[in-house]
Nanobody, 122 residues
Framework: VQLQASGGGLVQAGGSLRLSCAASGRIFSNYALGWFRQAPGKEREFVAAIRWGGSSTYYADSVKGRFAISRDNAKPTVYLQMNSLKPEDTAIYYC????????????????WGQGTQVTVSS
């Protein structure tokens, strides 16, 4: 599985961005695709994830109500709609794919995209 993340950029606080993660290769129904982020000087953290089969989604508490993850099985692509952005959302955002038992656990993902920078100015 290969992943290509895109859609990052510079936005003012309160603004919105939509990230995309295009997947190539075989994505099976037991896969999950997740978004993780790493801010300067901090460890990488979970943001959101979605099961490829079914409708289960998962969110970090810090983004609940502001971010929404969705997928397009036909493409196949996963999106992260980010609204009401805050300066603390500034980070490199990575998408990942695998068959995790726990979709919020980054260590259960073997396939990673290259990352896309999101910068939120105050």
């Amino acid at each position: 599985v290969q992943l290509q993340a895109s859609g990052g950029g510079l936005v003012q606080a309160g603004g919105s961005l939509r990230l995309s993660c295009a997947a190539s290769g075989r994505i099976f129904s037991n896969y999950a695709l997740g978004w993780f982020r790493q801010a300067p000087g901090k460890e990488r953290e979970f943001v959101a994830a979605i099961r490829w089969g079914g409708s289960s989604t998962y969110y970090a508490d810090s983004v609940k109500g502001r971010f929404a993850i969705s997928r397009d099985n036909a493409k196949p692509t996963v999106y992260l709609q980010m609204n009401s952005l805050k300066p603390e959302d500034t980070a490199i955002y990575y998408c990942a794919a695998d068959r995790p038992l726990v979709p919020t656990n980054q260590y259960e993902y073997d396939y990673w995209g290259q990352g896309t920078q999101v910068t939120v100015s105050s």
